[in-house]
């Protein structure tokens, strides 16, 4: 679904939908090598209420660990954009709307969440009204207020601080293009938002906007007291309306959350708050917390990781319900970027791609690592499949001497011997550096120049987020999941112009002809959208090639024995955290 960024590096996927597996005899699903997933649809619920009904065997108490090999870059959710962080994020903000998980198939339905609706639309289609639960508390006890909910909106314009959140506000808000923000000269005037009452939220639109109660449940939404505003530092402690609350937090290392009190499940339609507190440790190793969890020996018992499992660790599987599955709506990708990289060279870093070993080194598996020739994967409405040449997600690439020696002659006929590839890579991740090796060596091998920038994977996502950096590949997302289940959540946010300045463009196109296209498909109705945003990704590929998918993800992560109701969030190809519970606390 949803909005996001992919979090996975080279190691493997967990980006950012089959039965989801769980850790208990519930688990009637199994990762589908030939099937990324079935077509998420938009379903919604809005006469839903709090509370959430009760996980059957679920029990309260104790400590949930989660043992990351992948950091997330904030906790504040004016900023939240990669899927990680919005899925612990729900564990301590609440926004307008959200998606509950219904059935077997635990199929997304987006509900009211802060609102007492779906937002109400005008006839013209420009002004959306939310009406507000009231008597909603903060974790210290303090009201919530509908100018908090407006305020959250305007600090998401603010992109000097924010630079890493989701952007649609921009193109459809009132005034997007041109208020910066609360800190900005105009200060809190800003005419796309109003609260004319403390249990009303209007927003104001430039243009119609029809997907809006999907976006709104983004955690940007979530309520902001403009007194308890401290900026940058606002994710160390803020201001939470979930089941949790932060309790400490040591950015790019760990995060601990404990109890809020003040958390009222009765206008909560989709949230638990069973276990006492959660332990979230960033930067790990891969394989060693995944043997960690799946040995449950101990604590680990408790503990999860949510990136795939790798591939090396299969036959150490003993309990198929230790693995959770589920599809995910996510393209895994390799940006090419396009304003430093000619066309023509494009098509030969393309053509030299190592898709068969890069999957190896990278520890995927057949099973959650689904070969990709497209930049919509199965599991988003109006993907249609197609295949260009050299660009369907498996081959030999350059390790093949005839196509290496290809690719060199051309090189040279081009005037382009030695031409320079560089990218960032994470030189403290065992995977992230094998896949390194794998790829210097190809393309080194192919005629190329390559310098490789190995950093510490905490900075990683900040370094390739910056449209600046002195590198030609692999900046901005290294993929992407449906913000929700439409092309318009995938082709304005990453291939238009303005995503290049707004740190979400995946092969910085910049392309009026592309953009009037994609804004001429955006403006169409849904059932219109579905058959034309193929076009659009076949389009893209041909004409300007901005990257080279890898793979379409499917989920496959490992979890401890003694966590209950551990589910594929199918919006996202994450555990659906606020959900689980210790089986013995």
């Known amino acids: 679904m949803q909005w996001k960024q992919v979090t996975a590096v080279a190691a493997t996927v967990m980006l950012a939908v089959a039965a989801c597996g769980t850790p208990s005899s519930n688990n009637k699903g199994g990762a589908n090598a030939g099937n990324a997933g079935t077509a998420q649809e938009k379903a919604t619920d809005p006469t839903a209420k709090g509370p959430a009904p009760e996980i059957e065997g679920a029990q309260k108490g104790g400590v949930a660990t989660v ?12 900023n939240i954009y990669f899927i990680d962080g919005n899925q612990i994020g729900k564990l301590m903000y609440r926004a307008l709307t959200q998606y509950r998980l219904d059935g077997d198939s635990h ?3 987006l509900v009211p ?24 508390k903060y974790m210290d006890g303090t009201p919530v207020k509908a100018a908090d909910y407006a305020y959250a909106i305007k600090r998401s314009f603010a992109h000097d601080l924010y630079d890493a959140g989701p952007t649609y506000q921009d193109e459809y808000f ?14 809190d005037n800003y005419a796309g938002v109003d609260t004319p009452d403390d249990h009303t939220l209007v927003i104001h639109l430039a243009k119609k906007f029809d997907d809006l ?11 902001i007291p403009k007194a308890k505003d401290t900026k940058k530092s606002y994710d160390l402690k803020p201001m939470t309306t979930g089941p949790y609350q932060v309790d400490s937090y040591t950015p790019g290392s760990e995060l601990k959350l404990k109890r809020n009190p003040h958390w009222d499940p009765n206008t909560d339609p989709v949230r638990y708050q069973y276990p006492d507190a959660w332990d979230f440790k960033f930067g790990q190793d891969t394989l060693k917390v995944q043997r960690q969890v799946l040995a449950s020996n101990g604590p680990d018992a408790n503990a999860l990781n949510y990136s795939d499992l790798d591939s090396s660790l299969v036959p150490e599987v003993k309990d198929q319900s230790q693995i959770v599955t589920g599809p995910q709506p996510c393209t895994n990708v390799w940006g090419l970027d396009t304003r430093k990289i000619p066309m023509e060279i494009r098509q030969l870093i393309a053509k ?14 057949p099973q959650t690592a689904i070969p990709a020739s497209t930049i919509l994967p199965p599991a988003v409405p109006g993907y249609e499949k197609y295949e260009l040449p050299g660009l369907v997600g498996t081959g030999k690439g350059a390790e093949d001497p005839a196509v290496a020696s290809e690719v060199k002659a051309k090189l040279k006929e081009l005037g382009k ?23 210097t060596q190809v393309y080194t091998a192919a005629g190329f120049k390559v310098r490789a920038v190995g950093v510490p994977k905490a900075k990683i996502r900040t370094l390739r987020n910056d449209p600046a950096a002195p590198v030609n590949i692999a900046q901005g997302p290294s993929g992407w999941c449906s913000d929700w289940p439409s092309g318009a959540s995938w082709f304005p946010v990453l291939f238009k112009s303005d995503a290049v300045a707004l740190s979400n463009s995946i092969g910085m196109l910049q392309d009026k002809t592309l953009d009037a296209e994609i804004d001429r498909v955006n403006g169409l109705t849904a059932d219109q959208q579905l058959k034309e945003w193929s076009k659009v990704d076949k389009l893209i590929m041909e004409k300007y090639l901005p990257l080279i998918p890898l793979y379409y993800s499917y989920s496959g992560y490992p979890v401890g024995k003694n966590l209950g109701h551990v589910i594929n969030d199918p919006t996202q190809g994450l555990p659906e ?3 689980i519970f210790l089986k013995q606390p």
């Open 417 to 439: 011997e030695n031409f320079e590839l560089s990218w960032y890579y994470s030189n403290d991740d065992k995977i992230a550096t094998q896949v390194n090796q794998l790829r």
């Open 174 to 187: 009132k005034d997007g293009k041109t208020y910066k923000g609360p800190y900005g000269a105009n200060g």
């Open 577 to 579: 955290f606020t959900s």
């Open 352 to 365: 030299a791609y190592p898709f068969d070993t890069y999957r190896k080194v990278a520890g995927l598996t």
């Open 67 to 78: 043992l990351s090999d992948v950091t997330p870059d904030t906790m504040d959710p004016t």
């Open 113 to 136: 969440d802060l609102a007492e609706d779906l937002g109400t639309k005008s006839a013209d289609g420009l002004t959306w009204t939310f009406k507000l639960k009231q008597g909603i």
């Open 213 to 223: 109660p999907y976006y709104a449940a983004f955690p940007m939404f979530t309520p």
């Open 107 to 109: 199929k997304p339905v």
